[in-house]
């Protein structure tokens, strides 16, 4: 009987301590439960990042190369790339007015929309001015006539237009400049020294950001992303006077890398200020990892329109 009882004595503390461990990885697991609802467990988040890793710079690979095909088809194809974008960008930044309970003319600002990327073509001096001309007169017809609409939906519908087409234009009139080849490898470089400053500030605010740059505005922006901005930027600018592209020397590279890498973070933060406003996310849903193409758009808005104004100041356009 006593060795009967002594093997079974072993069997059930096996038995009690498999138990046991269940016990403790059904406890561990059940702690864990509002982590893995809210998707805050490593592995959660280490596989959410990848996907948006993912997305972003697919996403981003086509934007890019489908630029990059009509900068260098010529300024017809660069003019006709530029309107749709420009007129896209307008369309979500009217959507994102209305939700802050704007009510401007779309029809008006979409069509200068339009009208804003085309007429460099015409290659005619005075042609933007008569375009924002029309579009003011067009915009006080309207308020005059429409009992209903005020002042604030008066201002939306000509910054609409103005915020995203005419800065947009800036790249027709850098493609204009010289319709040849190198003209395209001028604007092409303007653009990615844009990305590259998006790119650069991404990779390395993920990586090392610990200081916020505008916590209450875009709290994942960091100084450490801006300075790693504004370095590939800088890069950029230095590789676009290395290969001697229109002449531009060294010091009006560093300039301009400077310069358009931060005009190009104030544009991406007056973009998150407008969503941040009226409490949206993304202006769109156009971009996969990304959001809309307002999103993917703002920092060039800023960027390309400071870039033209400084070549044009140092001679070179």
């Known amino acids: 009987m006593s060795e009967r009882g002594g093997a079974k004595a072993p069997e059930s503390e096996r038995s009690q301590g498999i ?16 982590d893995r609802l809210n998707g805050r467990l490593k592995g959660q988040r280490a596989r959410g990042w990848t996907e ?4 972003r710079t697919t996403s981003g690979a086509v934007y890019a190369i489908t630029i990059l095909a009509c900068l260098f088809a010529g300024s017809i194809p660069t003019a006709a790339i530029v309107t749709a974008m420009a007129w896209l960008c307008c369309s979500e930044f009217f ?18 929309a339009i009208a804003f990327p085309l007429v460099p073509l015409l290659h005619v001096d005075s042609a933007l001015l008569v375009v924002s001309f029309l579009l003011l007169v067009s915009c006080a017809c309207w308020y005059v006539a429409t009992p209903r609409a005020n002042v604030s939906d008066v201002a939306i519908t000509v910054f609409g237009p103005v915020y995203t087409a005419l800065l947009f234009s800036c790249v027709v009139m850098l493609r204009c400049s010289d319709p040849g080849f190198e003209g395209g490898v001028l604007t092409f470089g303007v653009m990615g020294s844009v990305w590259v400053n998006d790119a650069a500030a991404y990779f390395v605010g993920s990586r090392f950001g610990r200081h916020r740059l505008a916590p209450k505005i875009s709290p994942n922006k960091s100084m450490e992303g801006l300075w790693g901005g504004l370095v590939g930027c800088v890069v950029i600018w230095l590789a676009i006077a290395a290969l001697h592209v229109r002449g531009i020397g060294f010091p009006l590279a560093i300039l301009c890398g400077v310069l358009v890498g931060a005009f ?7 973009e998150s200020r407008l969503k941040r406003g009226v409490g949206v996310k993304d202006s769109g849903s156009i971009m996969p990892g ?15 329109t400071v870039a033209y104004v400084l070549l044009h100041l140092g001679g070179i356009l």
């Open 19 to 34: 138990d046991l461990g269940i016990e403790r990885l059904e406890s561990h697991r059940d702690s864990k439960a509002d």
């Open 52 to 55: 948006k890793l993912v997305a």
């Open 95 to 112: 959507h994102i007015a209305r939700i802050g309970g704007r009510m401007p003319n779309e029809v008006m600002g979409l069509t200068a």
């Open 264 to 270: 190009s973070v104030v544009g991406d933060l007056f």
């Open 290 to 304: 990304h959001g809309g193409l307002l999103d993917r758009s703002d920092s060039m808005l800023f960027g390309c």
